[in-house]
């Protein structure tokens, strides 16, 4: 207490003040909103269950049917694969966009531009036909002598076809995305950085890069799931092991569309369902320090030995001790 | 940069400069920043720029050490050339590694701090001797443990800059620039986020690296770190350097109108 601070009534200092307790205000509109969402959920849930015509026991039938896990298994590699391969195009067509060299800068944008700006469908087409294009891959100097040559069909086969397409196509999205990241983080970042003497390419991946993830991922969490559901485009190139022509192909065998549609959105679910539990940790990693920071422990020490003992002690941030020069 | 290194240089006698700064320029544009500086810091010197926002002084720091490029002149760190060798009286950029090994020997302090805001306190300060010197981790850590004892943050190491107020943000940010064991700190106003009650704390370890015989380049408003501390003050306006001399001299009388005028308005 300071000693120019006014008089507080001398009892009221020490002794527990009296706490409020109002009486809240009351929300019938909330009541009334929660009794028709109740209802309609019902309704929903009854039709679902009672309605013959959903076919439930073809659906038990056929979710872990070998050839729908199969499917999932392709659809899963397809998206892994080709987010792997526009990720790492997406960082080099983000770092080109920012070099120096304006030819980089060109390049990167170009690719933007041709790979958004036409239909992913009409690119799985291609990749699919790049053997009547091209039937043989001949290494060699141009122009002189070639040193071996290869059957297309035999290196672009459907599989490597459906993941180029959709991975190249996907590289062009990903690249805004993180050059949108990459701007996203302060300048004073990579002014402090270079004045330490580091590298430019070593402050975009020590500095620049970890920072800017914060942004870059929840789009990318959000492009990885379109992923997911764009798999089940490459019946164009033609592939036809993913989970959308597998159940498709069912459906029409058994003549039972409806439940072979509930099994495929049933697993496209669960799948976006588990990897919006990746997304969670890998948002988490990336916002250290950042995005919901845990209290300041007062001291290091005592916060590592606590740590050491297992005793998730809560600290308190606001004490900190003022420096003592 | 030792004690009679100090002493000389308050003598004004016997060291040589370890900075020249000669007829130096810069444009943005059409934009006419710096107009011909001269001046020479001599080693273990404190040399303090004030002046108005807008006179340049900020931007002749970053010159210094290539943040920004000059637009004609010289500067030269212990007669090395600043961003530049000369072949035959011609001068070739210097490539980024050669500017990289130059900007290790001058350390900075930014307004903003700019720590790096994903790693602790420790891990901002052995970022650069791990990545850039090559230190083992444990080398560079028990270094960073003193830096952080020498600036008062002994029980922070691991706390993420989120977690320091402005004054210990600032102090972490002399330390990590310290770890590179630069020769020359430059501390662009060094003070000027930060609230009032957590200026004293960043200014005292300024004092300390003075009083250790850092060579230091210091713009600032604080005019009492100026008397205190600063070996020379240099007030400059509109691109010039208007007065250069002895701090206490300068604030106590200064010659120029323009010193006047500004000094009134910050004292």
Same mark, same amino acid.
């Given at each position: 207490?300071?000693r120019t601070?006014?008089?507080? !009534?001398a009892?009221?200092?020490?002794?527990? #003040?009296e706490?409020?307790?109002?009486?809240p205000?009351?929300h019938?509109?909330?009541?009334?909103?929660?009794?028709?969402?109740?209802l309609?959920?019902?309704i929903?849930?009854q039709?679902?269950v009672? *309605?013959? *015509?959903?076919h439930?026991?073809?659906?038990? =039938? @056929?979710?872990f049917?070998v050839?729908v896990?199969?499917?999932?298994?392709?659809?899963?590699?397809l =998206?892994?694969?080709?987010m792997? $391969?526009a990720i790492? +195009?997406? $960082?080099? +067509?983000a770092?080109?966009?920012?070099s120096d060299?304006p030819?980089?800068? @060109?390049v990167?944008?170009?690719?933007?531009w041709?790979f958004?700006?036409t239909?992913?469908?009409?690119q799985?087409?291609?990749?699919g036909?790049?053997a009547?294009? @091209?039937p043989?891959?001949?290494?060699g100097?141009p122009?002189g002598p070639a040193?071996?040559a290869?059957?297309t069909?035999?290196?672009?086969t459907?599989?490597v076809?459906?993941?180029v397409?959709l991975?190249l196509?996907?590289?062009a999205?990903?690249?805004?995305?993180?050059r949108?990241g990459l701007?996203?983080?302060d300048?004073?970042?990579?002014?402090a950085?270079?004045?330490l003497?580091m590298?430019?390419?070593? $402050?975009?991946?020590r500095?620049?890069?970890?920072?800017?993830?914060?942004? $870059?991922v929840p789009?990318?969490?959000?492009e990885?799931i379109?992923m997911?559901k764009? =798999?089940?485009l490459?019946?164009a190139v033609?592939?036809?092991l993913d989970?959308t022509?597998?159940?498709?192909?069912l459906?029409?065998?058994t003549f039972?569309p409806i !439940?072979?549609?509930m099994?495929a959105?049933?697993?496209?679910l669960?799948i =976006?369902?588990?990897?919006?539990?990746?997304q969670?940790?890998i948002?988490r990693?990336f916002?250290?320090?950042?995005?919901?920071?845990?209290?300041a #422990?007062?001291?290091?020490t005592?916060a590592v030995a606590?740590a050491h003992?297992g005793?998730?002690? !809560?600290?308190d941030?606001?004490?900190?001790?003022?420096?003592?020069l | 940069?030792?004690?009679?290194?100090?002493q %000389?240089?308050?003598?004004g006698?016997?060291?040589?400069p370890l900075v020249?700064i000669?007829?130096?320029?810069?444009?943005?544009?059409?934009h006419?920043?710096?107009r011909?500086?001269?001046?020479?810091i001599k080693?273990?010197e404190?040399?303090?720029i004030?002046g108005?926002s807008?006179s340049?002084?900020?931007?002749?720091?970053?010159?210094?050490n290539?943040?920004e490029?000059?637009?004609?002149?010289?500067i030269?760190?212990?007669d090395e050339?600043i961003?530049?060798?000369?072949?035959?009286?011609?001068?070739?950029d210097l490539?980024a590694?050669?500017i990289?090994?130059?900007?290790?020997?001058i350390g900075?302090?930014?307004?903003?701090f700019?720590?790096f805001?994903h790693?602790?306190?420790?891990?901002?300060?052995?970022?650069?001797?791990?990545?850039?010197?090559?230190?083992s981790?444990a %080398?560079?850590r028990?270094r960073?443990?003193?830096?952080?004892e020498?600036?008062?943050l002994?029980?922070?190491?691991?706390?993420y800059?989120s977690q320091?107020s402005?004054?210990?943000?600032?102090?972490v940010?002399?330390?990590?620039?310290?770890?590179?064991?630069?020769?020359?700190?430059l501390f662009?106003e060094p003070?000027?986020?930060?609230?009032p009650?957590l200026?004293g704390d960043?200014l005292?370890?300024?004092?300390?690296?003075?009083?250790?015989?850092?060579t230091?380049?210091v713009?600032t408003?604080?005019?009492?770190?100026a008397r205190?501390?600063?070996?020379?003050?240099?007030?400059?306006?509109?691109?010039v350097?208007?007065?250069?001399?002895?701090p206490?001299e300068?604030?106590?009388?200064?010659q120029?109108?323009?010193?006047k005028?500004?000094?009134s308005?910050?004292?």
């Amino acid at each position: 207490m300071s000693r120019t601070a006014t008089s507080a !009534p001398a009892a009221g200092r020490d002794a527990e #003040p009296e706490l409020i307790r109002a009486v809240p205000v009351r929300h019938p509109g909330r009541w009334a909103g929660a009794v028709i969402i109740f209802l309609a959920l019902a309704i929903a849930g009854q039709s679902v269950v009672t *309605n013959q *015509n959903f076919h439930w026991d073809v659906f038990r =039938t @056929y979710l872990f049917d070998v050839l729908v896990v199969q499917g999932v298994g392709w659809t899963l590699i397809l =998206t892994v694969t080709s987010m792997i $391969i526009a990720i790492v +195009l997406a $960082i080099l +067509l983000a770092f080109m966009r920012q070099s120096d060299n304006p030819l980089f800068r @060109y390049v990167s944008w170009t690719w933007v531009w041709f790979f958004r700006g036409t239909p992913v469908y009409t690119q799985l087409l291609f990749w699919g036909s790049v053997a009547v294009l @091209y039937p043989q891959i001949v290494v060699g100097v141009p122009f002189g002598p070639a040193w071996f040559a290869l059957d297309t069909q035999k290196v672009i086969t459907y599989t490597v076809a459906a993941i180029v397409g959709l991975g190249l196509n996907e590289s062009a999205y990903l690249a805004e995305i993180f050059r949108a990241g990459l701007k996203s983080v302060d300048t004073g970042q990579m002014e402090a950085a270079e004045a330490l003497g580091m590298r430019r390419s070593k $402050i975009m991946w020590r500095i620049i890069l970890p920072q800017a993830m914060r942004v $870059i991922v929840p789009p990318t969490g959000n492009e990885t799931i379109g992923m997911l559901k764009t =798999t089940s485009l490459v019946l164009a190139v033609p592939f036809t092991l993913d989970l959308t022509f597998v159940t498709n192909t069912l459906a029409s065998r058994t003549f039972q569309p409806i !439940p072979l549609l509930m099994v495929a959105a049933a697993w496209y679910l669960f799948i =976006t369902s588990v990897l919006m539990v990746g997304q969670y940790y890998i948002e988490r990693h990336f916002g250290k320090g950042v995005d919901n920071v845990t209290k300041a #422990p007062v001291k290091a020490t005592a916060a590592v030995a606590a740590a050491h003992a297992g005793d998730p002690k !809560p600290t308190d941030g606001n004490t900190e001790t003022t420096g003592k020069l | 940069m030792t004690e009679t290194a100090k002493q %000389a240089a308050q003598q004004g006698t016997l060291v040589q400069p370890l900075v020249r700064i000669e007829g130096v320029h810069k444009y943005f544009g059409e934009h006419h920043v710096l107009r011909g500086i001269d001046m020479t810091i001599k080693e273990g010197e404190v040399s303090v720029i004030i002046g108005p926002s807008g006179s340049g002084k900020s931007t002749l720091l970053r010159c210094v050490n290539l943040l920004e490029t000059i637009s004609a002149g010289r500067i030269s760190v212990r007669d090395e050339l600043i961003g530049y060798r000369e072949v035959n009286g011609r001068l070739h950029d210097l490539n980024a590694k050669q500017i990289a090994a130059q900007r290790r020997e001058i350390g900075m302090v930014f307004q903003r701090f700019n720590l790096f805001p994903h790693k602790t306190a420790l891990y901002n300060i052995i970022e650069a001797p791990t990545q850039v010197k090559r230190q083992s981790k444990a %080398a560079a850590r028990v270094r960073a443990l003193e830096l952080l004892e020498m600036v008062g943050l002994s029980d922070h190491a691991n706390h993420y800059p989120s977690q320091l107020s402005g004054g210990q943000q600032q102090r972490v940010a002399i330390a990590r620039a310290l770890a590179m064991e630069p020769e020359l700190m430059l501390f662009d106003e060094p003070t000027s986020a930060l609230d009032p009650e957590l200026v004293g704390d960043v200014l005292n370890v300024m004092k300390d690296l003075a009083k250790s015989g850092m060579t230091m380049i210091v713009v600032t408003h604080e005019i009492g770190f100026a008397r205190e501390v600063g070996d020379t003050l240099t007030f400059m306006d509109g691109g010039v350097v208007v007065e250069s001399g002895n701090p206490r001299e300068i604030i106590a009388n200064p010659q120029h109108r323009r010193t006047k005028e500004f000094l009134s308005r910050v004292l």
